[in-house]
């Protein structure tokens, strides 16, 4: 069985300790590749590197917006001179955050809207964060209809918002958060939504399962994702293993 995460920060200083015997836990969960998308200009260095060191791990990059006071406008061009160069798999991760009121929503859609013209240009996917902010990102999706794919990360829109992003080609991550009980109307989209569009995620360090609240989370642990979304749908884990991880091998040419 092999399993992808989709989206991990294992290049965060949160791994520095121990990133080969986390590393070596994911393995041993069948969590066999990973992609690793980028936040800021300053960490893409670091994340080449890891990369580069370990054939498993897959490289994007991208300008956060949570990290909206580190990007400067000629980050921009060197994020083209990036993929130019290092030829990762995804733009990533951008998007826009509408949680956080201190991040202008202007400057957001600028980048959001730069790096989506760069996805474009490289044809490559991209990797979207869009907290409290599906709708806005639809929008900005839509004059993109059939030049870009990619994937929502951590997605936490409606049933409604998700048939109207397959539509316009584009997968739901799904991490820790759907393990959770209370969590029930996310529950119920991954119970019923088209297999082809769902990916497995960890957001590690971020976003711990239900089981480990509170605690690091690891790429391992995308298994558990999988087995509680295999519980959900009432189908053997395998299914889920091999959907997803054909789901990701397509988008990223894994």
Known sequence: MELVDSHCHLDAP?????????LARAQHACVNLQVL??????????????????PSLFPAYGLHPMFLSE?????????????RAEQPVAVGEFGLDFHVATLDPDQQRYYFEQQLAL??????PVILHARR???????????YRGRVRGVIHSYGGSPEQAHRLFELGFLLGIGGPVTYPRAQR?????????????????????QPLCAWRGQRNEP????????CIAALRCVPLEDIAAATTANARTLFHL
Not at 14 to 22: I, K, L, M, Q, T
Not at 72 to 79: A, I, K, P, V
Not at 188 to 194: E, G, I, R
């Open 14 to 22: 949160e791994f520095d300790a121990d990133r080969s015997a986390v």
């Open 37 to 54: 998308p980028a936040v800021t200009a300053a960490s893409w260095p670091k994340l080449r590197a890891l990369c580069a060191s370990e």
């Open 71 to 83: 990007h400067r406008h000629e980050h921009l061009d060197q994020l083209k001179n990036w993929l």
């Open 119 to 124: 996805a474009v240009e490289f044809k490559l």
């Open 133 to 143: 902010a599906v709708e806005a990102t639809l929008l900005a999706l839509r004059p």
């Open 186 to 206: 996310l529950r119920a989209l991954v119970a019923a939504m088209p297999l082809e569009f769902l990916l497995l995620e960890s957001d590690a360090p971020d």
């Open 220 to 227: 391992a642990r995308v298994r558990q994702v999988a087995e």
